[in-house]
Structures are given as structure tokens and as C-alpha cells.
């Protein structure tokens, strides 16, 4: 079982990606999703962390906050960042290859949903149990 | 993330990648090197053995489609090798297809 809503608190430095998805995988598991699905899900939450740690800013205390829980019988994640997403000149060496992962993450999912406030920007991802 | 760059004194321009554990961003450079110096050897076919792969992203994935479009427009081959059904699952949805079996 998952419990309601559970958070971590991440450094934002890429080297924490992993600890993202072994909380996601984790959450995944306990939610009872299968195995497919499942790493559908990491996946997405892989995308969407990368973003915010590329895109985004961390909260004044350098972190990127991720929550999961379930919410009317399907997992539900969000990431936020606290970027107001005033986009500067593209970098010189900036991967074109990021720009992918938001439809990686419709592919993958079955909700996503990207909302851009004044403080920031909320990313959550739903994935349902597959029909069985 | 690991890989070797292998090849064969039989067939020039034939170079395999074989790339092992997490794909992630923090991959994506040692990914892009390995190809660009498959490439600067003068790789006419390219095959990527992902069966070690326990995780691949939209960035190593972008890498990959990159070499298979080069590949394409100069008349070479572009092969991903690989049995994991999540990663060939993730690889599909942008219609790379990847073979089971080893290069």
C-alpha cells in the first residue's frame, strides 16, 4: 500500500536522478502497478525531474521537492520547481535531445499536466492500473 | 553508465556500442562520444547493444536517433540490439526497433 502522500526532497544536481527514480519505482511497486507500467512510470518521472533540473530553479534552499500519491485509484506525481521560466538565450551547447521528454511523458502516461505560475512550475504525471 | 566501442578489422566502418546500466542525462555525454568517435573512424554501420541497459531517457534516446539519421542520409546502417522489453518498449514509441539477440 501507498501511503497518502509522500515526499522527498532533492538537491538539484543531476546525480539525483537516480534517487528520483528508486523513489518512483518504489512508489510504483507498493501502488501495485505492473511491471510495464511501472517503469513507464519511472520513466516519465525521470523526464520530468530532468526538466526541472535543467529548466527550473530550486527553491531558495537549493531543492527540488517530488511528491507521489494515490489519488482515485491511480499514482499520481508531481515535481516542482520554483523557475519563473523566463527563457534566457539557448545555450550554445544545449541538448536538443530534452526537448523530447514532454512527449515521452504523454506517450507514457495517462495525464500530463504542466502548470506555470508566478512562483513556479508544477509538473504531475497519472498513471492508471493497466485494465486487467 | 558504461560502454565499449568495439569493431571488426573484417569489415571497416562496422563498430558496435555496447552500453551497460542507467541511461540517464548524466550518460548522455559519455553516449555522444562514444558515437561521434564511431563516426570520426569513419562508421558506415552503427550497432548499439543495449542489453545491458537497465534504464534509458528521451536525452540517450535523442542520441540514438541522431546516428541513425546521419547513418541514413550518407546510405549506412543503423541497428539498436537489444531483449529488455521496458527499454525496447520506450525505444518504440519513437519507431526505433530494437533486434533481440547480440550483435
Redesign the interface.
Known sequence: MLASRERLDLKADPGELATARRFADAAAARFGLGDQERYEFTFAVNEAVSNAMEHGHPSPDGTICIHVAAENGALVFEVEDHGTFAPGPPAIDALPERGRGLAFMAATMDEVDVRRGTSGTVVRLCKRRAAA | MSYILGHSAATPGWYVITVGG?C???A?PSLSVAVVAAFRHGASTIVVDLNEVT?I???????L??ARERLRRSGGTFEVVCSV??VV??LG??GVEAVAGVP
Do not use: H, K, W, Y
Not at chain 2, 531517457?57 to 542520441?63: N, Q
Open positions: 542507467e540517464d542525462m548524466n548522455a534504464f531517457d528521451s536525452t540517450a534516446i535523442g542520441i536517433l541522431a522489453p521496458a518498449r520506450v514509441i519513437v
